[in-house]
DNA sequence: GTCTATAGATAGATAGAC
DNA sequence: GTCTATCTATCTATAGAC
């Protein structure tokens, strides 16, 4: 087989299983057994599994942010700031909730990865949150986002309930689309009625005391 | 040393050691080294690796459970659904960005755990996971959280938010206030103005062109 | 309760034949 | 490019002395 057809299928086999598995409990063992070939194979595609690891990570990140970056412009010049970022959360969910294995393996091993593995994919990391800062900086420039709304804070908030999905995300339960229309929704508009607050009638009935319930 | 403190010794270490290295990265021998026993001592006190990374875990829940469920009660029956939910959001982020690891450790750790560790853990966080429900559930059905918003995504949504932030929280940037406070102000009324959806006017300044930039 | 000693398994990685 | 064979390290866990 072509090196470059056996290279592909340990990558993808790699982001299959640190997806599923995680990277500790993913063996070079089992990749090779997976793939049908003998373990000592691999090494001479890849140096290490730290190096086969990283490229998969940096591949998961290059994934999501092309993915997010077309669906962005896609949309052409006459889109709202909404309507931009919306599609932006939306790309991102399908990416990292879909078949493809890479974005989500990096999402969820990213933290778990050796120093040296994660110092190597900073910068692609950094670009992809740099994108994200220059949507919602656009949209605050034309007042689409309140002025005194700290963008990196927000930022960071809404990346980190889209992450978070593939902790909790079931096939068989709200589809991505549902997510992202909900999570569109709430970052702009909250999930109040922009009423004045009301008081809490029996807000914690289970409850007789502050503290020392237990 | 008496049994107890030995015991208790182990946990903190293993909860320091979950969080900062990962379960994986933290051999038993990691664990003995750093308390000044041997390694097999720690299986007089623990079965095995699973029992007290099951341990450790679910203390983690515990302990963030606890401090919210304080946080909202000691505000009293007259409180707002807002202040009690805004209060439950400070509440779990500063304990899990704070100085005790055990709940940094669960968020950090759970999805990486064994199986069995996960299935024993699941009806603890499945109680915490109720609780959130119930502030939701009784903040709708008093009008501060829209109908026809579904309380299911939103609150795995904000979770999902508070619970990242032990992936980019730093000691040196933002405070665990101030996030708790535009987590909530998000949440309740979102970033925007309420004000009609604005076009995005030179949104994508370096983009020519839709698709196919790269 | 903690120790010494070690079993038994598995990991990442390399050498050299083909 | 892939194989067989193997090295070395490290891991979880146990047996039995003290």
Same mark, same amino acid.
């Given at each position: 087989m072509?090196a470059g057809?056996?290279?592909?299928?340990?990558?993808?086999?790699?982001?299959?299983?640190?997806r599923?598995e995680?990277?500790?409990?993913?063996?070079?063992a089992d990749?090779a057994?997976?793939?049908?070939?003998?373990?000592s194979?691999l090494?001479?595609?890849?140096?290490?599994?730290?190096?086969?690891i990283?490229?998969?990570?940096?591949?998961g990140?290059?994934?999501?942010?092309?993915?997010?970056?077309?669906?962005v412009?896609?949309?052409?010049?006459?889109?709202t700031?909404?309507?931009?970022?919306?599609?932006?959360?939306?790309?991102h969910?399908?990416?990292?909730?879909?078949?493809?294995?890479y974005?989500?393996?990096?999402?969820?091993n990213?933290?778990h990865a050796?120093?040296?593995?994660r110092q190597?994919?900073?910068e692609v990391?950094?670009a992809?949150?740099?994108?994200w800062?220059?949507?919602?900086?656009?949209?605050?420039? @034309?007042?689409?986002?309140?002025k005194?709304?700290d963008l990196?804070?927000?930022?960071m908030?809404?990346?980190?309930?889209?992450?978070w999905?593939?902790?909790?995300?079931?096939?068989?339960?709200?589809?991505p @689309?549902?997510?992202?229309?909900q999570?569109?929704?709430?970052f702009?508009?909250g999930?109040?009625l922009g009423?004045?607050?009301?008081?809490?009638?029996?807000?914690a009935?289970?409850a007789?005391s502050?503290?020392?319930s237990?």
């Amino acid at each position: 087989m072509k090196a470059g057809q056996t290279r592909q299928r340990i990558l993808d086999t790699a982001a299959a299983w640190f997806r599923h598995e995680g990277l500790a409990f993913t063996s070079m063992a089992d990749l090779a057994k997976f793939i049908g070939v003998k373990t000592s194979s691999l090494y001479y595609h890849f140096e290490s599994k730290d190096s086969l690891i990283e490229e998969t990570l940096r591949l998961g990140i290059e994934l999501v942010h092309n993915e997010v970056r077309q669906a962005v412009e896609s949309l052409g010049p006459g889109a709202t700031h909404r309507e931009r970022i919306r599609a932006a959360i939306l790309a991102h969910l399908r990416t990292i909730l879909g078949d493809n294995d890479y974005s989500s393996a990096n999402i969820i091993n990213y933290s778990h990865a050796p120093v040296n593995v994660r110092q190597k994919n900073r910068e692609v990391r950094a670009a992809y949150g740099r994108y994200w800062a220059s949507l919602l900086e656009a949209a605050q420039r @034309d007042g689409a986002i309140a002025k005194d709304m700290d963008l990196s804070i927000a930022r960071m908030l809404l990346i980190g309930a889209l992450n978070w999905t593939v902790e909790w995300y079931s096939p068989k339960g709200k589809t991505p @689309d549902e997510i992202a229309d909900q999570c569109s929704r709430i970052f702009f508009d909250g999930v109040g009625l922009g009423a004045a607050p009301s008081k809490a009638k029996s807000a914690a009935p289970k409850a007789k005391s502050p503290r020392g319930s237990r």
